[in-house]
């Protein structure tokens, strides 16, 4: 069977390794961080890799994720009343 070189055939394993026409490579699966405090979130939001924040709301606790370059990080907030105020002190855009 003929393969190009620049077409690469990628699928997963089941030891998280990506298997191509080429060979094996090892890849780092990397888990998300979770932020215990308000005021490292805001740092953690307010720097240059953040890219995106999200806010999940369940009957019991209100989940706010930053997007960074490396890690997925996550605060939960107990208290609707202090998680209306993080919400209006993150950084817009």
């Keep these: 069977m003929n393969c190009d070189p620049d077409l690469y055939l990628l699928k997963r394993r089941p030891n998280n390794c990506v298997s191509s026409a080429v060979g094996t490579l090892k ?3 990397t888990m998300p961080k979770q932020i215990h405090e308000i005021k490292d979130f805001l740092l953690t939001a307010r720097r240059k890799d953040a ?3 999200k806010i999940k709301r369940s009957r019991d606790v209100v989940k706010f994720k930053v997007r960074c370059s490396k890690y997925l990080y996550t605060l939960c907030v107990f208290d609707p009343e202090k998680a209306d105020k993080l919400k209006q002190s993150l950084p817009p855009g």
Excluded: A, L
Aim: proline share 0%.
């Design 51 to 53: 890219r995106s924040v």
């Design 27 to 29: 890849t780092q699966v």
